[in-house]
């Protein structure tokens, strides 16, 4: 039998808002422990949660942006469980009435519909103090709550992923959009975005849901394709062993490359959500949206399709250059500077770390080749030392004399010597076919650089070699 | 009675006395009452001499330290003092010190009140009597061998024995009202979100409002009006200023319509004589100007059904936290889990358990809709009842407690008839309106009773005059007899 | 007739409400319980399906605060009151419920 796999993703992000879901507390990353905290995110009794506005905004801007509805009235909820990172033993989160519902974002052509996106307020961090580092052998924990109350937003994607392949695009497709929005630094190691699966499988054509697994601690697009390739495997194994699949949730093993049953509580799954009475509902009013609606900035989609057509490159060219952001704002900052961008992201695209090169210096490198200063293999020696520190372009090309001959007679008599010194080559190039004659033009092109050290303009060259060649 | 806290601050006030002399005679009747009383569970004997002596420092310097200025006010323990034990009458709490102050506590030091000490409550607010308190029970200072009521049962019992002209409760089933009425002082509950919770330690969120404990309304307004008003660390605040309170209460009741709720007049095990006050009550209010009428609010009796299912179920979630991590007490456990459940048998008595068993219950997989659902639903019905019955009636007038003061010891074997103390001041909770208790007399065993006049949300203009023209007409002066020492 | 609350119910909310209990306590509550939750069966039998539930007796929406930072606490103050610190941090007992 043949079989369908079925990939739901809960997808946590925690938001780059300056402070807390509920406090005035910093939203920062590596503090001291237990430095950034104050009574209402260490839950101390009498204290009170306040909504942050910006989450509320960054909320909606993901609303536009993957064409959620927004319903009238949306409202928190107390998720009630016993865990010694959560100050309140209970988690504010969304239940029935989430802040988003039915969205789609677009993956490789295909639309992944999304159930809901809410707003919670994360945990704490827990080190557990064990001689082998592992939590089972742990002897005690250590408990840190900076992190508590940081907003996080919980995005629910339907069903509807049928790959582990599919997974990571949405999954990558997701995390440049909520970068575009600029509400998440989506660093999944750091653990600003962070990954469950609900895995199942079915046989092609049917149209019930098999028994699902959720999978949870996935750190990178690397081991969330690799847990759901392994999970999926596993399942398939079972199911074609004639063995049912448990219910469960699992967690990824990094190091053992596998997933693992957790031991489930009879409880765990009873939280005995109610609706939050510190806090009251959230009505985002028309003129809220609007407002969101006319900062939205370009998203990644329409973004792409913009380099496309008008800086005319590639598809691939175009998402190898947006899946970096320092590449891209490097490309986009030299072509405002009037650099032709097709040659721009061709440089950006082909120079492997970008962090030394300057806007201004990558435009004055594409001028230089431009107004025919340098030829394109003198300026990849350029960019090699603008990279190491040694200057500007322009200082580089003075300093070295690497600007090209503009000699035309020197040129002239270069192209003569080396036709005179190659008569064969003339010849099979008088009798050749068409390839033949480009291979052998390409050949002397070769030694007439090797003559001038690169420095000749090979257009002029070109033109200088057409003229001698029958 | 002790005296007024107007009269103290307008003296204090004009330099005509220190506070700091207020403050030591007020220490006195403690030093001298409290041992047979028990209102207080910390005194702050030190800190309220300072702030005395800067009140007075202040005033020496021309400036106006404000309208409670040198007023000694007496805090329910469940109010965050910062550096001060606050306990919530609780084992689990006992020793902390909180690191923040509540909002209500910065207002009170803000008008130029000054904290005395910190009063006994049923833990966590819990309870009618003032009985479940981990650190022994409160005596009513008109009988000791009587409960004051509660569970703000500390702070009404400090006013009524003249330990504290001011005094601070919570009220979320009663327990400002119910306790003000067993010992013969004015006690409000306001409208839901008029005073910030923040720095209240929570026992049903939705439900739980501060208010005053005072020797008469004036007072009672005066307090009032010095803590409420918006606060931007409680969503729950009402976010309008209110208006002044105490130049209201002098307008008098001309053309107040009034209704005495028939359903909590009625109620089972009423005690006559308070049911002849409440209709005293009305003839009053007639007399001095009001129309009266018999009013009808038919779903209050299902009002402590739906109570007793929302506050526990508030409450279960509200008090998970005390789980021995972060402040508190802790009994070790071979793990996290056990050392949790340790620690929360330990450290919470019989009646918290009970409420949270209860409140975990009704919110649990396959009970929410019949349990918790369902009392919300009755609080929609409660509240569309009391809307209909405000549209012919300004203020509604109901006994606070159906019975006068009882022993101590008396109901604490039977949870059920401990909760019917209630019966006549949830109803009022449940919609988040206003309240006030004040007394009428005593009965023929010499205990104070109290009447409740309630008004919609936002009425505590008319529920002031109101009370204020009650007040005048039953003109009770009697004050306990151990409260005599302090002037 | 069946109890309304049986000793395992009340096991079970014990161990969500994290309250160790004794089997003596196991009977006082089932009996407490059940005493209240018959008081509560006058609105059990309420036909009101249609009535909206009220949560909030205020009503007023989009509370907000803006996104500004404000002063923490002192971290001493307090882990003064933890009952066991390491490192800055607050120590618990070991925790047994995740991967095995
Ligand atoms: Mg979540
Ligand atoms: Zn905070």
């Given at each position: ?10 997808v946590?992000c ?36 306040v ?22 009235e ?5 998720k ?18 989430p ?48 992190r ?10 339907e ?7 599919q ?32 895995v ?34 596993r ?101 405002a ?20 090169l ?62 005179a ?11 050749g076919d ?17 003559q001038?050290?690169?420095k ?11 003229d001698?060649?029958? | ?12 006030r ?52 404000g ?46 009140g ?10 966590f ?23 004051p ?8 019992a ?40 923040y ?12 208010g005053p404990?005072?020797?008469?309304v ?10 409420w008003?918006p ?32 359903e ?12 002849s ?38 409450a ?17 456990g ?25 409140g ?9 809709d ?38 101590i ?14 019966v006549?001041t ?13 007394p ?24 002031f005059?109101?009370?204020k023209?009650?007040e ?14 302090a002037? | ?11 079970h909310?014990?161990k969500l409400a ?11 509550f089932a ?70």
């Open positions: 039998m043949s079989w369908e796999t079925v990939i739901g993703l809960e946590h925690e938001l780059s808002t300056r402070t807390k879901l509920f406090c005035s507390c910093p939203n920062e990353f590596g503090a001291a422990p237990n430095t950034n905290v104050c009574p209402v995110c260490l839950g101390l009794p009498g204290s009170l949660p909504l942050n506005e910006r989450v509320v905004e960054f909320a909606l801007r993901l609303g536009e942006a993957l064409e959620f509805e927004v319903p009238a949306s409202i928190f909820a107390r009630n469980y016993f865990y010694p990172d959560m100050p309140k033993d209970y988690q504010v989160s969304q239940y029935e009435q802040i988003l519902v039915n969205g789609r974002l677009e993956v490789d052509g295909t639309a992944v519909g999304i159930h809901r996106a809410h707003l919670e307020e994360d945990t704490g961090k827990t080190a557990h103090i064990s001689p082998t580092g592992r939590i089972h052998d742990a002897e005690y924990s250590l408990v840190d709550y900076n508590a109350g940081v907003p996080l937003m919980e995005i629910v994607s069903p509807e992923i049928r790959s582990s392949e997974a990571r695009s949405y999954v990558q497709e997701l995390r440049a959009t909520l970068e575009a929005l600029g509400v998440s630094d989506v660093k999944m190691e750091e653990g600003s975005l962070r990954i469950d699966a609900n199942s499988l079915r046989p092609d054509g049917a149209s019930e849901f098999g028994t699902k697994v959720e999978v949870k601690n996935m750190n990178s697009l690397r081991s969330l394709g690799r847990a759901l390739d392994y999970e999926v495997e399942q398939r194994g079972l199911l074609e062993a004639g063995e049912a699949v448990v219910q469960e949730t699992r967690h990824w093993d990094e190091g053992d490359g596998r997933t693992k049953g957790m031991r489930s509580k009879e409880e765990a799954f009873d939280y005995r959500y109610f609706p939050e009475p510190d806090l009251v509902p959230v009505r985002p009013t028309a003129e809220w949206r609007d407002r969101v609606r006319a900062t939205m900035p370009e998203l990644p989609a329409a973004r792409r399709a913009r380099l496309i057509a008008e800086w005319e490159i590639r598809e691939d060219d175009a998402r190898t250059l947006l899946a970096s952001p320092e590449k891209i704002g490097l490309a986009e900052a030299a072509v500077l009037g650099a032709p961008a097709k040659r721009v992201a061709n440089i950006v695209i082909n120079t492997p770390d970008v962090s030394a300057s806007a201004g210096h990558l435009a004055e490198l594409v001028a230089l080749e431009g107004d025919g200063t340098i030829s394109k293999t003198v300026s990849k020696q350029v960019l090699d030392k603008v990279l190491a520190g040694e200057g500007s372009p322009r200082e580089i090309v003075e300093r070295e004399g690497l600007a090209n001959e503009s000699d035309e007679g020197e040129l002239a008599s270069a192209v003569d010597a080396v036709v010194g190659h008569p064969d080559e003339v010849a099979a190039y008088r009798e068409e390839g033949k004659r480009k291979k052998i033009r390409g050949f002397l092109m070769g030694q007439l650089m090797k001038t050290q690169g000749a303009d090979p257009q002029t060259l070109n033109r200088l070699l057409d001698r060649l029958p | 009675m002790s005296e007024r806290a107007f009269d103290i601050a307008a003296a204090v004009a330099g005509e006395r220190s506070a700091r002399s207020v403050v030591d005679e007020h220490l006195a009747q403690v030093a001298r009452v409290d041992g047979d009383v028990h209102a207080f569970l910390h005194v702050l004997g030190d800190e309220a001499r300072a702030a005395a002596d800067e009140i007075d420092r202040r005033v020496a310097a021309g400036e106006d330290p309208p409670l200025a040198g007023v000694p006010v007496a805090l329910k323990d469940n109010m965050c003092t910062r550096g001060i034990p606050t306990t919530c009458s609780s084992r689990i709490l006992e020793g902390w010190r909180p690191p923040y102050d509540a909002t209500v506590v910065d207002r009170i030091r803000a008008a130029g000054i904290p005395i000490g910190k009063t006994n409550l049923d833990e607010a819990m309870g009618s009597s003032t009985e479940n308190s981990a650190f022994g029970a409160t005596r009513n200072p008109w009988a000791l061998d009587r409960v009521g509660g569970s703000s049962g500390g702070s009404a400090a006013v009524a024995a003249g330990m504290a002209p001011l005094g601070i409760g919570s009220d979320t089933g009663g327990s400002i009202r119910q306790p003000a009425s067993l010992c013969g002082v004015v006690g409000v509950k306001p409208t839901y979100g008029r005073v910030s919770r720095g209240l330690i929570a026992f049903a969120s939705s439900l739980d409002q501060i404990f005072a020797g008469d004036r007072d009672a307004a005066l307090l009032l009006e010095s803590i008003g606060d931007a660390r409680d969503s729950t605040s009402i976010p309008t200023a209110p208006d002044p309170l105490v130049q209201e209460i002098d307008r008098g009741v001309e053309g107040l319509r009034v209704g005495v709720v028939g909590l007049t009625d109620v089972e095990g009423i005690d006559p004589e308070v049911r006050a409440v209709e005293d009550a009305a003839r009053l209010l007639e007399k001095a100007g009001a129309t009266v009428d018999r009013a009808s609010v038919p779903s209050t009796t299902y009002g402590l059904s739906a109570y007793y299912l929302i506050a526990p179920a508030e279960s979630s509200n008090l998970a936290r005390y789980d021995g991590v972060r402040y508190g007490l802790r009994v070790d071979p793990d996290v889990e056990g050392m949790n459940a340790a620690t929360r048998a330990a450290g919470f008595g019989a009646e918290v358990k009970r409420r949270i068993m209860l975990t219950y009704a919110l649990s997989a396959g009970y929410y019949a349990y918790y659902g369902k009392a919300q639903k009755v609080r929609t019905l409660i509240i569309d009842d009391f809307a209909r019955a405000y549209e012919r009636f300004d203020v509604l007038l109901s006994p606070t407690s159906p019975t006068t003061a009882f022993p010891g008396a109901k604490t074997d039977d949870p059920l008839t401990m909760y019917l103390c209630d006549c949830i109803p009022v909770n449940l919609t988040g309106a206003c309240a006030v208790s004040i009428s007399g005593l009965d023929a065993t010499g205990l104070p009773i109290g009447i409740q006049v309630m008004a919609p949300a936002l009425g505590e203009a008319p529920m005059r109101a009370a023209a009650l005048d007409g039953f003109a009770f002066a009697a004050t306990p007899a151990l409260a005599g020492g002037s | 007739m069946a109890p309304r609350i049986t000793g395992d119910d009340v096991r909310v014990a994290r309250l160790r209990i004794d089997d003596a306590e196991v009977d006082q009996g407490q319980l059940a005493a209240i939750l018959d008081h509560a069966a006058d609105i059990e039998a309420l036909d009101i399906d249609d009535v909206p539930p009220t949560s909030h007796p205020v009503p007023f929406d989009n509370v907000l605060r803006a996104d500004e930072s404000g002063p923490c606490l002192d971290r001493d103050e307090v882990l003064a009151q933890a009952p066991h610190v390491e490192d800055g941090r607050f120590r618990v007992p070991r925790i047994l419920d995740e991967a095995q």
